[in-house]
């Protein structure tokens, strides 16, 4: 197999996986990024003034139960271990997430145990409801109105910008119920935080002498011509200059703030009340207990429809944006040189593992597709 000139387009997760698998397989490779920094949207730093590390674009929990994809990240961090527990304040109290049974008892004032307490949320339950076609439909079906407006429709409204009866049922079912006093918010084998923050963990993958990153540098229709395969982790729709509209996002914006001790206790307080205008209060010395700090970095955050200038952070996916995405995705099947990866080039949600493993299968698959000498897919893992 002769080496050749690859250009990865982002130096996020999917682009330093790749990146670091075909250098090592003889290829040349640059990895280009718009903005200053590695990481993408997993960008971590160190706060000058309090020494605390800062999830910069908002907080990133690995949990994987994919072993190969666990040591992977090993090889390039060490992974201490973090459990999610994350708190809700709802009607002037605060709630254990996701429900569990201390949140049940909790909130209707009881002492169920398990199998009461399964029993319980059945008759709060709209069993009329036979197939829910919708996120609040979903809910009323499985956890009754009382918990679903006092913990997910608010939340849900303020995170999505619209109201969950307009949202698909899918949503909701990553979010678990549990008859247990277990607070732990993944059901995963292996969770865990790099113990350097993930800028440090990606800044080491991209350490190879067959890669060459450059930042501050923003992807041009015209660079592709100059490399023989492009790797393009932008957004799908941005590759044809957003000539047939733009794929919905939702954005966030973070009010960050400073302050001596301690601020909430915990790294994540939900605020499930439509009256809060943030959905969240992080407080970043938590994703690091192995830390002491005596001051504290938190952010407010809110969500927002994403403008043309805004950080993409979740693809919205609804009707009017499968049906546009529909239309790029054949297009973008009948590009020459160009595989698109990661969140942004597949218009999917993704966590970190996913993405990590679907970077491994990409540069597998193009491995594969040079020595069978056949065509590279546009698309490993397709948006729909």
């Not at 090592?24 to 730093?45: L, Q, W, Y």
């Not at 939702?250 to 302050?259: G, K, P, Y």
């Not at 938590?286 to 693809?315: I, L, M």
Request: aromatic share 14%; charged share 25%; hydrophobic share 40%.
């Amino acid at each position: 197999m002769r080496s050749e000139k690859l250009l990865l387009v982002g130096a996020g997760l999917s682009g330093a996986v790749i990146g670091r698998t075909l250098a090592e397989a003889g290829h040349s490779v640059t990895v280009i990024d718009k903005r200053s920094h590695i990481g993408g949207n997993c960008h971590t730093e160190r706060d000058p003034a309090s020494g605390v590390m800062v999830h910069v674009y908002g907080p990133h929990i690995f949990h994987t139960d994919d072993a190969g994809v666990w040591d992977y990240v090993n090889r390039y961090a060490r992974f201490l271990p973090y459990k999610n527990q994350v708190k809700t304040t709802t009607r002037g109290s605060v709630y254990s997430l996701p429900i569990n049974l201390h949140t049940i008892n909790q909130f209707f004032g009881r002492t169920l145990r398990p199998e009461e307490a399964a029993a319980f949320i059945e008759d709060q339950a709209d069993t009329s409801i036979e197939v829910p076609e919708s996120f609040e439909e979903q809910a009323l079906r499985f956890v009754g109105r009382d918990l679903y407006e006092a913990f997910l429709k608010g939340y849900t409204m303020k995170q999505w910008g619209c109201a969950p009866s307009e949202l698909p049922a899918s949503i909701l079912k990553r979010l678990p119920v549990r008859f247990t006093y277990d607070d732990n918010y993944f059901f995963h084998r292996f969770q865990g935080m790099p113990e350097d923050g993930y800028t440090a963990m990606i800044t080491r993958i991209l350490d190879h002498p067959g890669i060459c990153v450059l930042l501050d540098t923003p992807f041009e229709p015209g660079m592709a011509q100059d490399f023989d395969h492009v790797f393009y982790a932008g957004p799908l729709d941005g590759w044809f200059g957003y000539d047939a509209g733009r794929l919905g996002y939702r954005t966030l914006d973070f009010e960050r703030f400073c302050e001596r001790g301690d601020w909430q206790g915990c790294a994540v307080m939900n605020y499930g009340d439509v009256t809060v205008p943030w959905t969240r209060i992080t407080e970043h010395k938590y994703f690091a207990p192995w830390e002491r700090h005596d001051e504290t970095v938190c952010y407010r955050e809110y969500s927002r429809a994403a403008g043309p200038g805004d950080v993409p952070y979740y693809p919205v996916r609804l009707v009017a944006e499968k049906a546009l995405l529909g239309d790029y995705a054949a297009r973008a099947a009948e590009a020459e040189r160009v595989t698109f990866v990661g969140r942004l080039g597949t218009y999917r949600y993704l966590d970190m593992d996913v993405t990590i493993r679907e970077a491994m299968d990409t540069a597998a698959a193009f491995l594969a597709a040079r020595t069978a000498r056949k065509r590279v897919p546009a698309f490993v893992h397709a948006p729909l």
